[in-house]
């Protein structure tokens, strides 16, 4: 069922089966973006910070299998999880803005790519605490390369999503607002 900022008071609800008499279907099913987000972004935060402190935590650094330190695969799965968390919420932003945050609108289309360029970006560094030890000099030409091509693509990306979706949205606005003026 296609879920509209005012749907109907009586209606089938997707997320727990039930019909709904008092509450609207948006209010009851969806989350808002900003709600999601304010759960969600501190979720972010705690598990960047947990991984940020456990990887300095003695018993970590010195516990390892093999070449991989504790510390490293402790931050590798923290900061990779925050990455995940950053990326839902970026993607539940562009889907469902704030009715306050009109101004996001014309920009929704750059949300997705912009948030997958930065996590590209950022992944580079987190991918190397768990492979770091297991990559040879080739192998970390072929990584640098991989990544390389992974940032530009995102950056292309984000760049067809301006002229394709918001710069269209924009000077749409823009046009009515001098229609409006005249």
Do not use: H
């Not at 990887?55 to 799965?77: C, P, Y």
């Not at 091509?149 to 606005?173: M, Q, R």
Request: charged share 15%.
């Amino acid at each position: 069922m296609f879920l509209s900022r005012n749907p109907p008071v009586l209606s089938f609800c997707s997320c727990d089966g039930l019909a709904i008499s008092t509450v609207t279907l948006y209010e009851r099913c969806v989350m808002t973006a900003r709600r999601w987000v304010m759960e969600y972004g501190v979720a972010l935060v705690l598990t960047f910070l947990l991984a940020m402190i456990l990887g300095q935590v003695s018993l970590f650094r010195e516990t390892s299998l093999g070449k991989l330190r504790a510390s490293d695969l402790v931050q590798f799965v923290g900061y990779s999880g925050s990455l995940v968390i950053g990326w839902l919420g970026a993607r539940e932003l562009a889907r469902n803005p704030p009715a306050e945050w009109k101004w996001i609108v014309p920009f929704q289309g750059l949300v997705v790519p912009l948030a997958m360029l930065f996590a590209t970006t950022i992944a580079y560094g987190v991918v190397l605490f768990a492979l770091e030890p297991f990559l040879g000099k080739v192998g970390k030409a072929i990584y640098n390369w991989v990544f390389i091509v992974a940032i530009v693509a995102d950056s292309i990306w984000l760049i067809l999503s301006w002229v394709w979706k918001c710069a269209p949205l924009i000077a749409a606005t823009e046009s009515r607002k001098l229609r409006k003026a005249a």
